[in-house]
T-cell receptor, first 115, second 113 residues
Framework: EAGVTQFPSHSVIEKGQTVTLRCDPISGHDNLYWYRRVMGKEIKFLLHFVKESKQDESGMPNNRFLAERTGGTYSTLKVQPAELEDSGVYFC?????????????FGSGTRLTVV | SQQGEEDPQALSIQEGENATMNCSYKTSINNLQWYRQNSGRGLVHLILIRSNEREKHSGRLRVTLDTSKKSSSLLITASRAADTASYFCATDAGGSNTGKLIFGQGTTLQVKP
């Protein structure tokens, strides 16, 4: 089975521009999570979808971040306008049930650099 | 809020040696997981240990969990250069089992050939 796919793998944008990250979860996984790691810091939870609904968005840093999951399949995370502190690696994970079961499957991440 | 803390932050060893990384957390948990991140790549799930387990093995990996001390350790035996990566522990958020993970800052392991 295909894993969790994220693209782009890298993105370099200027401050003030807009960037959209995409995550394709494993087919059939209702749960989709976004995390990010800012340089040198821990990996932090952003939000959790169950199908197309936002179950928990307590980790979203501010209203410049907008996540969607149309039709409960792939998800997008838009940053508009991007700021320097948004630079980091954005990870997506999916699972078929609440909780990790035997562990989550993460994508390879999108490395975002805002200059 | 809960936070996973790992030590050491960085570890450098020779190939063939064992590497031990520790993780501490603050609240009750249902399970604790270890992940690896190779440079420029995604997170790879290594092993999950549940709160009612004390030790778990997977290949060259051995994980222990001490819920009384709120700590876990990851042992990699007979390390290889390919084990060079960052290692993270992650716990479920306050035992809620909703899927939200709290990660530590990670241990960067370098295995010299």
């Amino acid at each position: 089975e295909a894993g969790v796919t994220q693209f782009p793998s890298h993105s370099v944008i200027e401050k003030g521009q807009t960037v959209t990250l995409r995550c394709d979860p494993i087919s059939g996984h209702d749960n989709l999570y976004w995390y990010r790691r800012v340089m040198g810091k821990e990996i932090k939870f952003l939000l959790h979808f169950v199908k197309e609904s936002k179950q928990d968005e307590s980790g979203m840093p501010n209203n410049r971040f907008l996540a969607e999951r149309t039709g409960g399949t792939y998800s997008t995370l838009k940053v508009q306008p991007a700021e320097l502190e948004d630079s980091g690696v954005y990870f997506c994970a999916s699972s078929w049930r609440d909780g990790p079961g035997d562990g989550y499957t993460f994508g390879s991440g999108t490395r975002l650099t805002v200059v | 809020s809960q936070q996973g803390e790992e030590d050491p932050q960085a570890l450098s060893i020779q190939e063939g040696e064992n590497a031990t990384m520790n993780c501490s957390y603050k609240t009750s948990i249902n399970n604790l997981q270890w992940y690896r991140q190779n440079s420029g790549r995604g997170l790879v799930h290594l092993i999950l240990i549940r709160s009612n387990e004390r030790e778990k093995h997977s290949g060259r990996l051995r994980v222990t969990l001490d819920t009384s001390k709120k700590s876990s350790s990851l042992l990699i035996t007979a390390s290889r250069a390919a084990d060079t990566a960052s290692y993270f522990c992650a716990t479920d958020a306050g035992g809620s089992n909703t899927g939200k993970l709290i990660f530590g800052q990670g241990t960067t392991l370098q295995v010299k050939p």
